[in-house]
């Protein structure tokens, strides 16, 4: 251990110095037997497992640190440049972007994006445009970070939140993304007159080539505008009452321009990064961090992974139009194009373009079923954490849906559309119930935000929940019906528990959903197929012949009827024509599979 720490020559703390006790714990080691152990009183079996081994290279940091510096001695010794041509500089850019793609995929951040050996002191990066992206890069990180952890909608394998003491916080203004920029649009402008021969006024019959160091400005050039757009977009989703939607929603229109852009010149920089730039190790020299490296995926995958956040991101800022006017318009919607290229880092929005979304479209938004209908369709996109975790804080912020409606505000516009009769919905015993079945409903949109793995397991929890809330229900039908009837003034026998059956229609998609998750998961076996078939047929008819029944109850207690609800959703209408043809093939696969068996079956037993 001596010889070790004189090879990484690790400074002991002021006024210590390093004293070996390596005879020591051998001779207390010699004196044990086989199977004893030191303890302190306290240590069980969760300690036992979560303990480190001193001296195996997989759990102690300190062991094969041998040829492993810091950023500060990495430079004493002259192990990275001190200048980076263009290219050099494209190519640690794709190689952060790819291991930002791996942070966000569950790694540490100091497994990921510290492993570039310049993140760990961003103020001395040599290279302006490098410590431009850098720095609006670490901004970045510190914005996705208090959203993910605000929304809380991630698990251990969706995001890893401890910074295991780095620094991600930095105080600067704007000034150094402005300045990078017309250096590189200098640097390109030079480039181009040296690519023309330095004529002035000469016709030329062809564009001259850009050499590969305007190009790599060029296409760093890109990756600074779109990491400063992807800044401001999310600070913009970030307004109250979705009133940055509209801003958003034009930025990310740039954001998958440039992106394509940075598809087509992810060459440039390959092969490029210096020696000694990045270094999986580094981590066995940052306290707390375990010592394992991980592979990083190349930059084209990146990219391909920011394009589909991206896209992701864009079908959330939809979520106010299809909760207003409903799927198509949501869907087909486009925003006008033109404008500055909006990159802001400061958070406002860039000039030209959409006006903020009004607050009264917020207000008039909010449709429970339509809600319900879209966190559906977004679920089924397998999105990002970034996208899960701004969906479910614009769905529900400040105790609000969307930030403007309240939750029992929309659960009796929910329950008038359900149809349940208007006096039911305004009767002074319903709001109470409603308030507490409110804090259930706000758990299911969260739970559709959840990676769809642990969705399955969070509605098992959810069915516990709505279980109570139908309890409830039950009670305050009875208690409304007592009180009507003491009145004199109870509806007819034929039908009376309204809340109950209002509950039970929110349960129904959900159980639906529990069953349709297992096949995604591919948690069923074969032999189990015929009974989920016959358990989702069951759900769905019944489903069906429970909303027909309330609304011809509905219809003959008030005298009208009503075309609203889940009933009637697009989202409904598809489950009940296209599931039974998703059935009937699952059913004919399995059919021929088991047929393929028989036959192979006989023929062995007719050879034998």
Not at 275 to 294: A, L
Not at 308 to 325: E, G, I, P, R, W
Not at 406 to 417: N, P, R, S
């Amino acid at each position: 251990m001596e010889a070790d720490l004189s090879v990484m020559e690790i400074p002991p703390p002021e006024g210590c110095e390093w004293e070996s006790i390596d005879d020591l714990f051998q001779r207390a080691s010699d004196d044990l037997e086989v199977g004893q152990l030191i303890q302190q009183p306290g240590f069980g079996l969760f300690e036992a497992m979560s303990a480190i081994e001193i001296m195996d290279p997989k759990m102690d940091g300190g062991v094969g640190a041998e040829g492993v510096y810091t950023l500060e001695e990495a430079r004493k010794l002259k192990l990275i440049p001190d200048k980076l041509t263009p290219p050099q500089v494209l190519g640690i850019i794709d190689r952060l972007l790819a291991c930002e793609v791996a942070w966000l995929s569950g790694y540490s951040i100091a497994q990921t994006l510290y492993t570039c050996l310049y993140m760990h002191d961003v103020a001395t990066i040599p290279n302006p445009a490098l410590r431009a992206y850098a720095t609006i890069l670490l901004k970045t990180c510190e914005l996705v970070r208090h959203l993910v952890t605000a929304a809380d909608v991630y698990e251990e394998e969706d995001f890893i939140s401890s910074l295991y003491g780095q620094k991600i916080h930095i105080e600067t203004d704007a000034s150094y993304l402005a300045q990078a920029e017309a250096e590189l649009s200098a640097q390109i402008k030079k480039e181009k007159e040296a690519s023309d021969g330095g004529g002035k006024g000469k016709a030329k019959a062809t564009t001259p080539a850009l050499s590969t160091e305007a190009l790599s400005c060029e296409a760093i050039l890109t990756r600074l505008r779109f990491r400063a757009n992807l800044y401001t977009i999310l600070k913009e989703m970030e307004k109250p009452h979705c009133a940055g939607i509209n801003t958003a929603q034009r930025l990310l229109k740039t954001a998958q321009a440039q992106l394509q852009s940075m598809k087509n010149t992810v060459a440039l920089g390959r092969g490029q990064v210096p020696t000694g730039v990045f270094d999986p190790k580094i981590c066995r020299r940052m306290p707390s961090v375990p010592p394992r490296t991980i592979d990083i995926m190349e930059p084209e995958e990146a990219v391909r992974m920011f394009d589909k956040m991206v896209s992701d991101l864009q079908f959330a800022c939809t979520v106010v139009d299809y909760t207003t006017k409903g799927k198509k318009s949501a869907i087909t919607s486009t925003t006008p194009g033109g404008g500055k290229k909006g990159h802001n880092v400061s958070g406002g929005a860039g000039k030209g373009g959409e006006e903020d979304v009004p607050v009264e479209v917020v207000e008039n938004a909010g449709n429970l079923a339509l809600l319900q209908e879209y966190l559906y369709l977004f679920s089924a996109r397998h999105a990002d954490v970034i996208s899960r975790s701004r969906l479910y804080i614009m769905c529900y912020h400040q105790h609000k849906i969307l930030g403007a409606r309240t939750l029992v505000t929309a659960l009796q516009e929910d329950m008038k559309q359900f149809p349940i009769p208007p006096d039911i919905v305004n009767h002074p015993l319903v709001a109470p119930f409603l308030e507490h079945t409110g804090k259930v409903v706000n758990h299911t949109i969260k739970m559709f935000a959840y990676n769809r793995a642990r969705q399955r397991r969070k509605l098992a929890h959810l069915f516990v929940e709505w279980g109570g809330i139908l309890a409830e229900a039950e009670k305050l039908d009875n208690l409304i019906r007592t009180q009507k009837q003491a009145k004199k003034q109870h509806e007819e026998e034929f039908f009376s528990f309204w809340v109950s059956s209002w509950v039970i229609g929110q349960c129904f998609p959900l159980m639906s959903q529990f069953l349709l998750l297992g096949f995604e998961l591919e948690i069923y076996n074969p032999v189990e197929y015929p009974m989920v078939f016959w358990y989702l047929e069951f759900l769905l008819s019944t489903e069906t012949k429970h909303h027909v029944q309330i609304i011809a109850a509905t219809k003959r207690v008030t005298g009208y009827s009503t075309t609203h609800g889940i009933f009637f959703s697009s989202l409904h209408l598809t489950r009940v024509l296209y599931l039974p043809l998703l059935l009937l093939s699952l059913s004919l696969s399995l059919s021929l599979t088991l047929s393929l068996s028989l036959s192979l079956s006989l023929s062995l037993s007719l050879s034998l």
